[in-house]
């Protein structure tokens, strides 16, 4: 069956620390993979996204990687803050179809 | 740039009444938009999708009948919850992408969602 797994545990780090979230995927062959942030009862709000012939991308704070041999891509938010605290949110985009097809989330909690 | 309202951000109706919820493209045309359901602790999952001047195109299991989708623009397009049901109560939020001239976009813009609660 189609998959995709995220953390649904809580991330919990200390300001400062590198958060890595993790998002995997079984029976899909996605040509891009999207990570989005969410707050509470908010809509999405995009991150960054990574192509299937691309190993890495950054923004700022932010790497992305993406192994399509594994079907993972690791999200991590560098120097954290607590203004990071949110859900992260990972979609896989089959390219052709336009539609996006969401893991549930993983909550990250930066302590001060 | 790239900003998506909804309209309302919260309603509460009786049951058996239909809602209509609004989502638009502020500063710039959606080809397409796409409509999401998300229940609590869940992930969004998608309902249908509309494309500007066509019928939307319906998830297996989404019944078209109960939600009626109209995307009569390329700046708006409507959900109906039509005769709702506690059932129906969630998070739907939409999201909105356009097409440039080589080819689609490829990120989604949301919109902040809005919360339905069928008594």
């Known amino acids: 069956s189609q998959k995709i797994e995220q953390n649904s545990e809580a991330l919990n780090i200390q300001e400062g620390k590198t958060a890595t979230l993790t998002c995997n995927y079984t029976?899909?062959?996605?040509?891009?993979l999207q990570w989005y942030r969410q707050d509470p009862g908010r809509g999405p709000v995009f991150l960054l996204l990574?192509?299937?012939?691309?190993k890495e991308k950054r923004k700022e704070r932010l790497k992305v990687t993406f192994d399509t041999t594994l079907k993972q891509s690791l999200f991590h938010i560098t120097a954290s803050q607590p203004a990071d605290s949110a859900t992260y949110l990972c979609a896989l985009d089959m390219g052709s179809s336009y539609k996006l097809i969401f893991g549930s989330g993983t909550r990250l909690l930066v302590r001060p | 740039g790239a900003v998506v309202s909804q309209h309302p951000s919260w309603v509460i109706c009786k049951s058996g009444t239909s809602v209509k919820i609004e989502c638009r493209s502020l500063?710039?045309?959606?080809?397409?938009m796409f409509w999401y359901r998300q229940f609590p602790k869940q992930s969004l999952m998608l309902m249908a999708t509309?494309?500007?001047?066509?019928?939307?195109?319906?998830e297996q299991g989404v019944e078209k009948d109960k939600f009626l989708i109209n995307h009569a623009s390329l700046t708006l397009s409507t959900l109906t919850v039509t005769s709702a049901h506690p059932e129906d109560s969630s998070f739907y939020i939409c999201?909105?992408?356009?097409?440039?001239?080589?080819?689609?976009?490829?990120?989604?813009?949301f919109g902040p969602g809005t919360r339905l609660l069928v008594l």
């Open positions: 500063d710039f045309q959606a080809t397409t």
């Open positions: 509309s494309n500007e001047g066509s019928k939307a195109t319906y």
């Open positions: 029976n899909y062959s996605p040509a891009y």
């Open positions: 990574i192509r299937e012939n691309e």
């Open positions: 999201s909105a992408q356009t097409e440039w001239s080589q080819g689609r976009a490829e990120t989604q813009y």
